[in-house]
């Protein structure tokens, strides 16, 4: 898989909402200066939150106050990655600290892992075509992508067709499994077609380019937990395999449709820094 250096600035912005998703949990207020732990700011102490849908799930970490939890921070836990794209992150009073700084919260929210929750993310495209022709937006006078976008159930917000990487899976398994899922409602095609989809998809998906590993700045983010990613950019050039896909949503998908990509769309989480990124690297329209 090739890999591009797109910087991508993470900053906290979507995870200093004033409401933790999914719950009534006030965020305590903080400034772009106070962001950092290396700002002095003894009187901080923000509210907790860890939601009670985690408990006892065979996918989530258990409460740290728990004696059988010895989690084994900044590396390789059995088959959990608790590494970080960042690099080491510290731990204070047993507890992993956000390594981009404070959001007004903490605890680990709904997030189901303390510390570095994984994710992967396709982000596949294929040119806007008229007779066979790139369409030129008159603005630019480049052409206008398209990408696979899907609409979250949860939050109603359209998104990339990612998801949170398995115990022991790899990042490549991830993002075929979560756009067969999101995308083709793998879920529930017949076996025959599963098997079909599959197999295209593990072959388109074989030439992908990375285009960002790291810290998302994510609603769900807390001081103690937080989403990482890994952004791959699969581009359909002819239109002629995915992109000419009878797109189905599925899984944790409400819809899905292709998305002319410009600079107003508002998009999940860090989603359109993503593929701002794409947009950069195959110089079209934005």
Known sequence: MKRI??????????????????????????TDEQVPWSFPWNSYDPPE?????????PWADPPLDNPDFKPQWNKLDGLINRRSHMGDYKISDGRPLNPEGRTGIKGRGV???????????????????VDSKKLLDPSTNLPILQFCSIQRRDC?????PGGMVDPGEK???????????EALNSLEASEEQ?????KIIKLFFSGGVTIYEGYVDDPRNTDNAWMETVAVNFHDETGEVVGKFDLKAGDDAQHVQWVDIHKDLELYASHSNLIKSVVQKLQAHW
């Open 49 to 57: 939150y860890n939601s009670q849908v985690l408990l006892n799930k």
């Open 171 to 181: 990042v490549t398994e991830t993002l075929q499994r979560e756009f067969l899922e």
């Open 156 to 160: 109603k917000q359209w998104a990339l």
């Open 194 to 198: 599963r098997e079909n989809d599959a």
């Open 111 to 129: 997030l189901g892992k303390w510390g570095p929750n994984h994710a992967a993310d396709p982000i596949v495209t294929r040119w806007k075509l």
């Open 5 to 30: 250096n797109v910087p991508l600035r993470m900053f906290h912005e979507k995870c200093r909402n004033t409401v933790y998703p999914f719950s009534k949990v006030i965020r305590s207020s903080v």
